[in-house]
């Protein structure tokens, strides 16, 4: 069965991703303070509905020492994206008569390259990122990044419409797994930031749309059974 995100947690998301919708600011209108007095590491442990999970896969990867000290900036999928990847990882065991696996059998190793892929050096807040413009790649085509582990997505903020005038509405982080298909923009998986621009004291973090396919293309459920296989 699938984990479901606690209802309270939804909730909080939800307020988190209308406030981010208003024009003024990417997070919240510029009502609330973004800044947290903590690490990124902390600010995960502190919000248990959305990233206790997330919290722990980060450290059985070896991460939290870089999400502690180092200055990054962290798309954090939520404890939704990780309990669905579990559970596709079981469905496909189950389909093969193999046993079911839980969060500490899947090696450190297996998190850490996948993780990798959504943190990028250095503090990036939604205003530093191109416009993107999934329609016109080609008059705004965003920036492609390569991030820690040397994967490249590319970053763009979507500048959304707002009473039938383009371009004028909220601006929303869009973050695209471009080499899957490097000649058709539309074809690559995508994910929305939710809320955008939490800024603890090492970096920022931008909090993925919580439906978010973990690892984009689906290759962690490939090459975490594969490293079960070998256990």
């Not at 919708?21 to 947290?36: E, I, R």
């Not at 016109?136 to 959304?160: D, E, F, S």
Request: with cysteine.
């Amino acid at each position: 069965m699938r984990k479901l995100l606690p209802l309270a947690g939804m909730l909080l998301l939800i307020g988190l991703f209308i406030s981010a919708c208003k024009k003024d600011y990417y997070v919240d209108g510029g009502l609330a303070d973004p800044h947290y007095n903590g690490t990124i590491y902390d600010y995960l442990v502190k919000n248990p509905y959305l990233f206790d999970t997330v919290a722990y896969v980060v450290e059985k990867a070896g991460l939290k020492d870089m999400l502690q000290n180092d200055s990054v900036t962290f798309f954090a999928p939520t404890d939704q994206s990780i309990g669905d990847a579990l559970a596709d990882l079981n469905e496909y065991r189950y389909r093969n008569v193999e046993d079911s696996v839980h969060l500490p059998d899947i090696p450190g190793d297996i998190w850490r390259k996948f993780l990798m892929r959504y943190i990028l050096k250095g503090k990036h807040t939604a205003n530093q990122f191109a416009r993107i413009d999934p329609a016109n790649v080609y008059a705004y085509p965003g920036i492609n990044y390569v991030m820690a582990g040397g994967y490249i997505l590319n970053i763009g903020l979507v500048y959304k419409d707002y009473n039938g005038v383009e371009a004028v509405g909220a601006r929303l982080l869009l973050l695209t797994d471009i080499t899957y298909d490097p000649v058709t923009f539309k074809n690559n998986p995508y994910v929305y930031v939710s809320s955008s621009d939490i800024q603890p004291t090492n970096g920022v973090i931008h909090a993925l749309n919580v439906r978010h396919l973990f690892s984009f293309r689906g290759d962690f459920l490939r090459e975490a059974e594969q490293a079960l296989q070998h256990q």
